[in-house]
């Protein structure tokens, strides 16, 4: 039976409690704190923080309406941004939970995960590859496969259930009736009720209807870009990557959100995995395998892998990466060249990150002469203001 109201916490809990949300105030202003929201909220810190206390004491917390938008990079998006009281709740509930949930994921389950991310799930495709083939020595396969509007269609009966019997019977905190309350709030939240809108209707052009919270079930989809949402899709997936790894004894196998691979040095047994992983995600989480996203091919043609083009003793910046930055450092370059003689240091902070998080990207990669020809095409004023570090890893002010 679910949890719909927190039971009364003891006195010698309550001062956990407000320390419990101060700390996650603070993780939450982090990269947010000079937004509007971030703020607001600061500068009446004490009582906002008192109030959440409140609420969350006496189970009358409701999530506060999001700001919807769209994003065109690195692909179209439907985003809606939780307002920053609901993300002091958001880390909260994570930082709580983050443990139970640790030991409910598999080591190559890359996404949103301390130590891990992108680049670790890049590092861990090459040495699967490697491994197979005994240093490109073999043959080997790749198989990768994606799930159809993966956020938009989980199922939010579903995945409180899987959440709230973890909680259940895995977490012992002092706070375990709380967080099952918080949690219930998150999942079953519709963020499209009145929701602010930020931008035009027409931005939804061309956005797929299973690409948007609008157009799917009520009871389905989480909003993308809220750090539950990344957490609770991991938890939703923990089953079936065990059946990867422990059922279908899967070595070569690694996840980052819904994109995943197997590697095998059998072409004909990566395909006949097809069919079997396609029923397992249909009757276990009613998941959809995208029909035009199943790739198989030999690794010694290479494999595209979130954001990388990994080849046998090299591994490049994917087209798309290579294009965005290209594209960035030309918008930067008009910026640049324009009749502003003077840049404000908010806008030269805001210049270095963009152009150093692709640096930083490239810089792990074979991609030290592309990033010198991009960064070679920005106009003198630009180097008015910016030094180029060695090897092009990084730019800083002068």
């Not at 389905?220 to 422990?246: V, W």
Request: hydrophobic share 40%; aromatic share 14%.
């Amino acid at each position: 039976m679910l949890s719909t109201m927190p039971e009364q916490l003891s006195l010698f809990d309550e001062p956990r409690l407000l320390e419990a949300l101060y700390k996650s105030w603070v993780d939450a202003r982090r990269h947010k704190r000079n937004t509007i929201n971030a703020l607001k909220f600061e500068l009446d810190l004490e009582r906002n923080i008192y109030q959440l206390y409140e609420e969350i004491l006496y189970g009358t917390y409701k999530v506060s309406p999001s700001i919807c938008f769209i994003v065109d990079k690195p692909v179209k998006r439907e985003i809606f941004a939780a307002n920053f009281r609901d993300r002091v709740v958001h880390h909260y509930v994570i930082n709580q939970l983050m443990p139970v949930f640790e030991n409910q994921f598999i080591h190559d389950t890359y996404s949103c995960r301390v130590g891990k991310g992108t680049l670790f799930g890049i590092r861990r495709l090459q040495k699967f590859i490697r491994s197979c083939t005994d240093n490109y020595r073999k043959e080997a396969f790749v198989l990768k496969l994606d799930i159809q509007g993966f956020f938009m269609n989980i199922r939010k009966p579903l995945l409180l259930g899987k959440v709230d019997s973890l909680i259940e019977r895995k977490y012992s905190g002092w706070d375990k009736s709380w967080l099952r309350f918080l949690v219930r709030q998150i999942i079953l939240n519709d963020p499209t009720e009145n929701c602010i809108m930020k931008g035009n209707l027409s931005d939804w052009k061309g956005l797929p209807a299973n690409k948007s919270l609008f157009t799917t079930p009520r009871d389905c989809g989480l909003p993308i870009g809220n750090l539950t949402s990344q957490i609770f899709a991991n938890d939703y997936l923990a089953d079936f990557d065990r059946f990867m790894k422990e059922t279908l004894k899967l070595k070569y196998y690694g996840r980052y959100v819904d994109d995943f691979f197997v590697v095998h040095e059998d072409r004909n047994y990566l395909k006949s995995l097809v069919p079997v992983i396609r029923d397992y995600l249909d009757n276990t989480v009613c998941a959809i395998l995208h029909p035009s996203k199943v790739y198989l091919q030999s690794c010694h043609r290479g494999v595209l892998f979130v954001g990388a083009y990994i080849a046998p003793y090299r591994t490049y910046p994917s087209k798309r990466i290579r294009h965005n930055f290209r594209k960035a450092m030309k918008e930067l370059s008009l910026q640049f060249s324009s009749d502003h003689e003077v840049h404000p240091a908010q806008s030269l902070n805001k210049t270095r990150a963009r152009v150093n998080s692709y640096l930083g990207f490239c810089r792990h990669f074979r991609a030290e002469r592309m990033s010198s020809s991009v960064l070679a095409t920005m106009p003198h004023e630009f180097f008015r203001w910016f030094l180029i570090g060695g090897q092009c890893a990084k730019v800083e002010k002068i």
